[in-house]
């Protein structure tokens, strides 16, 4: 199975509609061609790749070309979303994903490439710009290509709680350095009533939301890397991205710690996924030597 497509923003099958439509696929054959671009790139249709691919046999495309690289990815998103019935969270993703890759469409161009309402979009939209995950575009492009100020205010979002869940920790006074007296007033629990029992214990967030909000924001953190990477102004400026290689060691060491740590052999999923995360790690682990091996090769 190959890694993920540029326009493959959609999140994979889960593991039960993955073995579904290869079962379906291993004795039926593709039904309807995959979408690939001018170069062989997939559109639409990388599941359905992967699949033939891992059974060997034939898989029918169709190829469209004339695209831009903006109207690929409204493409492969927009024939997608209306097949799947993606959750809540996977929406809301989706949004940002969009967001992030084409910021200076519409609102109501994400919603319509997304599926969703522009309300919903302004809100995702809004919160991306105060994390600085995207610029604030003072001009949009329109539905019919037009270029268009930005008149509507930016609407309200209320932040999340981040005192949600049944185990959270509760900050002692002053482990914020900085923050104001209100802000500490803010996040301390009130006294207990006169003669009403002590707190059990001080709460801790459940761990499986803070590590799914945290692999979240790393993948949107290094999409938008990976995005810079591909400007095309790295080239004149890769010298100064250079000193931020310990930074990106220090990173891939602590992923390393972290991928052990999760245990995947130990998971249970499916064996198509199980090859999957094989055949990455493999080419993660060959990307990486040969950038080790080319650097011991320049000062031998």
């Known amino acids: 199975m190959t890694s993920p497509t540029p326009y493959q923003l959609l999140p994979p099958l889960s593991d039960e509609e993955y073995a579904a439509l290869r079962a379906d696929i291993a004795e039926h054959g593709i039904r309807v061609p995959i979408d690939v671009d001018e170069l062989g790139a997939v559109l639409d249709g990388h599941h359905r790749a992967w699949i033939t691919a891992e059974l060997g046999i034939e898989c029918p495309r169709r190829i469209v070309a004339g695209l831009t690289e903006e109207q690929k990815r ?28 084409d910021p ?94 002590p707190p059990e214990s001080r709460r801790r967030r459940p761990l499986p939301e803070s590590f799914a909000d945290s692999s979240h924001d790393l993948g949107r953190v290094t999409e938008r890397l990976a995005r810079l990477s591909a400007d095309d102004r790295w080239s004149k400026n890769r010298a100064a991205t250079h000193p931020h290689a310990p930074e990106f060691l220090a990173a891939l060491q602590n992923l390393t710690a972290l991928m052990q740590a999760m245990d995947l052999p130990g998971a249970t999923t499916t064996t198509e996924a199980r090859r999957w995360w094989a055949a990455s790690l493999r080419q993660i682990s060959d990307a990486l030597a040969d950038v080790a091996h080319s650097l011991e090769k320049e000062h031998k």
């Open 74 to 101: 409204t493409h492969a998103i927009a024939v997608n979303v209306h097949r799947r019935s993606l959750s809540r969270e996977a929406k809301r993703d989706l949004i940002q994903r969009s967001l992030m890759t």
């Open 104 to 197: 200076h469409l519409s609102d109501r161009q994400h919603a319509e490439r997304t599926g969703s309402d522009h309300k919903t979009v302004a809100v995702q939209r809004h919160r991306l710009e105060g994390r600085g995950e995207i610029p604030h575009v003072a001009e949009r492009t329109d539905t019919r290509g037009r270029q268009q100020p930005v008149r509507q205010p930016v609407p309200a979002v209320e932040e999340a709680d981040l005192l949600a869940g049944d185990d959270w920790i509760e900050p002692e006074d002053g482990e914020f350095e900085g923050s104001s007296e209100a802000s500490s007033a803010s996040v301390r629990c009130a006294e207990p009533a006169s003669g009403s029992a």
